[in-house]
């Protein structure tokens, strides 16, 4: 059996606090050329990489939150670099993104998006809106989905990636939604990897 080298990739960001974080570089090592069954430390050079790397896949959305209303509004804006799952086999792309608000760990409602058709980078601009009162604000959380839509021959939507965006998170998850709490009212946009 012909296996391809596993890669790991270590990437070295630039923190941004409102908008994408930059790639300043990377450094790639092949993992057969080393024993990591035992303690190692390696070093190496990082090289320059200014652009995101294109099989990342990633959403963007925007987040605010009007505590007179008790009101949490998501708004997908456009995603990009999203795979078509090798199932589907030359078929297109149908995405759409299930929304799910999590509560005490809880998932409590769900809505989602219309299907954009044909595109690895589609564009939604829709906006969902969850009831959630400030008494839960710091145990909530919004769980996003993308899917593939099913086809004739393969009847179950297919996962495609997701992302949970909440102050028990860690990284760009929490701060976006740290953010949000934190100007109440202001949209606040942000984009998040999805795996």
Not at 148 to 174: A, H, M, R
Request: charged fraction near 25%.
């Amino acid at each position: 059996m012909n296996c391809s080298p596993r890669t790991l990739v270590l990437q070295v960001f630039d923190y941004d606090r409102f908008s994408r974080n930059d790639v300043i570089g990377e450094v790639t090592m092949v993992m057969s050329e080393f024993d990591v069954a035992n303690s190692v430390e390696i070093w190496g050079e990082i090289t320059r990489n200014k652009k995101p790397r294109e099989d990342i896949q990633e959403i963007l959305v925007s987040l605010s939150y009007l505590p007179s209303a008790e009101r949490l509004t998501v708004v997908l804006l456009k995603a990009r670099n999203l795979l078509v799952p090798q199932c589907k086999g030359n078929s297109e792309l149908q995405a759409f993104v299930k929304v799910y608000l999590i509560v005490n760990g809880k998932r409590t409602k769900k809505k989602k998006t219309a299907v954009k058709k044909g595109s690895s980078s589609p564009v939604w601009n829709e906006a969902l809106t969850f009831t959630l009162s400030a008494n839960n604000i710091a145990n909530a959380a919004i769980e996003i989905s993308i899917f593939d839509q099913g086809t004739d021959i393969i009847v179950n939507n297919i996962l495609i990636g997701i992302c949970t965006i909440g102050p028990k998170e860690s990284g760009p998850e929490k701060d976006h939604w740290i953010d949000m709490t934190q100007s109440p009212r202001k949209a606040i946009a942000c984009w998040h990897t999805v795996r």
